[in-house]
């Protein structure tokens, strides 16, 4: 087998194949062979139809088998050879065969992941900034716990910071309602941040049955058929509730349950929750820059098929979710065009961080074993109400299996690269309070 490979670009490969025709035949020959295993035709035996028969009503469809089966192979063999993994599907043109011909000829042009050297990737110097867990933190957590505990009263006073309002809205662009934007007994704890600033701001000082305007700027990355407008929303106030925490006491310790008995065991739990947090915190944070580091370091070209996948999941999974809020709702081809313009920066990140970090796995020889992938099958048995043999079934004969593997395979690369970085923590102070953690090798760091 004889080819010729030119680059189109670093992605983009044309190449020019040539498949002797003795291979060819051969293949033809399985697929008869195949074929007079499970055909019926009257008149004949199962397995015994002749070959003439055979052709006579199956020719063509063989040879479109054939052709596939051969062009398959031939060209991901010929890209293995040079060290090149093929992205997606072939455009193949140009096939040709003639009676008299000693081979097959084909063109096609295929996206390959780019080749590129690694560069250094073991101690990259991370420094991170936490809060520290200290008596104020500590005191801070229980005072939003009981506020969670808090009972509340009705009151005609304006509405305060800590209070809990309920209120309708609708928003409109011009003076044009704006589709599920209107939301009836809507609640909020106001001055806990939990919703636009500009609707807080406005809430604020509102008693009951008051109503007001407000303008909130929709940012450039929101909903496509409202990025960058200012839309003007209408918020009338149906109660106004004071909050009234319990008191801290050793009493109300004792009702949460727990095997908790007093005040001082309850701040010790509560500094134990606060600092296992805070080691998730910095791993999350100290993950996001090591990431960012490594793409700064290795400079590369991506497939665009990989990248318009990637920003095509993302745009599915928008719909998914919006459609269960709203079953009926349409997104015009337009919309679904912005949405991919605004997400395609962020999925060509994610594509260049998947090759760079499946090029490190491949490197340090990191692979999940079977029965890391059991644990995470029995994970999500857990989570999806299910038996976790079943669900390893329905994985494997979905293909989601691949993509599992290739998911736990990533997440466990990423804890060994965290691993083997220079990890400085740094009060937000700005005293250096270091990091000890095992070297990579002697723990198991599975996703």
Same mark, same amino acid.
């Given at each position: 087998?004889?080819?010729?490979?030119?680059?189109?670009?670093?992605?983009?490969?044309?190449?020019?194949?040539?498949?002797?025709?003795? &291979?060819?035949?051969?293949?033809?020959?399985?697929?008869?062979?195949?074929?007079?295993?499970?055909?019926?035709?009257?008149? %004949?035996?199962?397995?015994?139809?002749?070959?003439?028969?055979?052709?006579?009503?199956?020719?063509?469809?063989?040879?479109?088998?054939?052709?596939?089966?051969?062009?398959?192979?031939?060209? #991901?063999?010929?890209?293995?050879?040079?060290?090149?993994?093929?992205?997606?599907?072939?455009?193949?043109?140009?096939?040709?065969?003639?009676?008299?011909?000693?081979?097959?000829?084909?063109?096609?042009?295929?996206?390959?992941?780019?080749?590129?050297?690694?560069?250094?990737?073991?101690?990259?110097?991370?420094?991170?900034?936490?809060?520290?867990?200290?008596?104020?933190?500590?005191?801070?957590?229980?005072? +939003?716990?009981?506020?969670?505990?808090?009972? %509340?009263?009705?009151?005609?006073?304006?509405?305060?910071?800590?209070?809990?309002?309920?209120?309708?809205?609708?928003? %409109?662009?011009?003076?044009?309602?704006?589709?599920?934007?209107?939301?009836?007994?809507?609640?909020?704890?106001?001055?806990?941040?939990?919703?636009?600033?500009?609707?807080?701001?406005?809430?604020?000082?509102?008693?009951?049955?008051?109503?007001?305007?407000?303008?909130?700027?929709?940012?450039?990355?929101?909903?496509?058929?409202?990025?960058?407008?200012?839309?003007? %929303?209408?918020?009338?106030?149906?109660?106004?509730?004071?909050?009234?925490?319990?008191?801290?006491?050793?009493?109300?310790?004792?009702?949460?349950?727990?095997?908790?008995?007093?005040?001082?065991?309850?701040?010790?739990?509560?500094?134990?929750?606060?600092?296992?947090?805070?080691?998730?915190?910095?791993?999350?944070?100290?993950?996001?820059?090591?990431?960012?580091?490594?793409?700064?370091?290795?400079?590369?070209?991506?497939?665009?098929?990989?990248?318009?996948?990637?920003?095509?999941?993302?745009?599915?999974?928008?719909?998914?979710?919006? +459609?269960?809020?709203?079953?009926?709702?349409?997104?015009?081809?337009?919309?679904?065009?912005?949405?991919?313009?605004?997400?395609?920066?962020?999925?060509?990140?994610?594509?260049?961080?998947?090759?760079?970090?499946?090029?490190?796995?491949?490197?340090?020889?990191?692979?999940?074993?079977?029965?890391?992938?059991?644990?995470?099958?029995?994970?999500?048995?857990?989570?999806?109400?299910?038996?976790?043999?079943?669900?390893?079934?329905?994985?494997?004969?979905?293909?989601?299996?691949?993509?599992?593997?290739?998911?736990?395979?990533?997440?466990?690369?990423?804890?060994?690269?965290?691993?083997?970085?220079?990890?400085?923590?740094?009060?937000?102070?700005?005293?250096?309070?270091?990091?000890? #953690?095992?070297?990579?090798? &002697?723990?198991?760091?599975?996703?």
């Amino acid at each position: 087998m004889s080819s010729t490979i030119t680059d189109i670009d670093e992605c983009t490969k044309r190449l020019e194949i040539a498949v002797p025709c003795d &291979e060819v035949t051969k293949e033809v020959n399985r697929a008869y062979t195949r074929l007079a295993g499970r055909v019926k035709i009257k008149g %004949f035996r199962k397995g015994k139809v002749p070959r003439r028969i055979l052709e006579q009503y199956y020719g063509e469809e063989v040879w479109a088998e054939v052709l596939n089966r051969v062009i398959s192979t031939s060209y #991901r063999e010929i890209l293995e050879e040079k060290g090149m993994r093929p992205v997606g599907e072939p455009n193949v043109t140009d096939i040709v065969m003639e009676d008299d011909s000693p081979e097959l000829t084909y063109k096609a042009t295929v996206e390959v992941i780019p080749s590129f050297e690694l560069g250094d990737y073991k101690g990259i110097p991370l420094e991170i900034k936490s809060p520290p867990v200290n008596d104020d933190a500590i005191e801070e957590q229980i005072g +939003r716990f009981l506020k969670q505990a808090a009972t %509340f009263e009705d009151v005609t006073r304006g509405a305060n910071s800590g209070d809990y309002v309920m209120f309708d809205i609708e928003g %409109f662009d011009g003076d044009a309602p704006v589709p599920e934007t209107h939301r009836e007994n809507e609640a909020l704890l106001l001055g806990e941040g939990q919703n636009e600033k500009e609707l807080e701001e406005a809430i604020l000082g509102m008693k009951v049955e008051e109503e007001k305007d407000f303008d909130i700027d929709i940012p450039d990355e929101g909903p496509p058929q409202l990025a960058g407008k200012t839309l003007r %929303f209408h918020v009338k106030v149906k109660t106004v509730k004071e909050a009234h925490p319990p008191d801290l006491n050793d009493e109300f310790v004792r009702s949460l349950g727990g095997g908790l008995f007093s005040v001082d065991e309850f701040r010790g739990q509560v500094r134990k929750e606060l600092e296992t947090h805070r080691e998730s915190s910095i791993r999350q944070e100290g993950s996001g820059i090591l990431l960012r580091k490594l793409l700064e370091m290795h400079s590369f070209e991506v497939p665009s098929t990989l990248v318009n996948s990637e920003a095509d999941e993302r745009i599915g999974e928008y719909e998914r979710q919006a +459609r269960q809020e709203n079953p009926d709702l349409q997104i015009t081809s337009s919309q679904r065009e912005q949405m991919r313009e605004s997400i395609l920066p962020q999925a060509e990140e994610q594509v260049r961080q998947m090759i760079l970090i499946d090029r490190i796995r491949e490197q340090e020889g990191i692979s999940a074993s079977q029965e890391e992938v059991d644990a995470h099958i029995e994970g999500l048995a857990v989570r999806y109400q299910m038996p976790a043999d079943r669900l390893k079934e329905r994985l494997t004969m979905t293909g989601g299996m691949t993509s599992l593997l290739r998911n736990i395979n990533y997440n466990k690369t990423v804890d060994w690269l965290y691993y083997a970085a220079e990890v400085d923590v740094k009060m937000e102070d700005d005293e250096t309070e270091g990091d000890s #953690r095992e070297a990579p090798g &002697e723990s198991d760091h599975s996703a």
